[in-house]
């Protein structure tokens, strides 16, 4: 006996960027609960590719906050509300690119206000970095 849902037609659910498009033009119009909706649905994308840049979950994390307002920051300025993955996508890149080179200025920083401290110390020192770090704090 045939099954009768064989005869029906397949239908295909629709890509991901164009399920979003309804909170899409929804948070332009300045939505929030629209925009909660497009955070819970890109979540896991944007973790994804901050993760795998940063390799750091607490950094990640920290990137994913920053990506989320600056996309609901600049949400009005998006064209074409089916372009708002990728958008965010490139969003995260920047975020997470730019978190590695404030870290690595801020280790490079670091290293060298050290080196003023190397002048400071009084000869007879004998840990020098002790001295350099309590410097800092007065």
Known sequence: MPNANLSAPLTMPLPLEQQLQPD????????KQAFGRLIRRCQNSVSSIALA???DLDASEEVCQQVFIAAWQQV?????????????????????????????????????TLKPCWRLLPATATRPTNYCAASRLR
């Open 76 to 112: 009005g300025s998006l064209q074409n509300p089916a372009s708002f993955l990728p958008w965010v996508r490139q969003i995260t890149r920047y975020r997470a690119y730019s978190y590695l080179r404030e870290q690595r200025d801020a280790k490079t920083s670091a290293v060298l």
């Open 24 to 31: 899409v033009t929804a948070a332009i119009a300045g939505d």
């Open 53 to 55: 840049i940063v390799k």
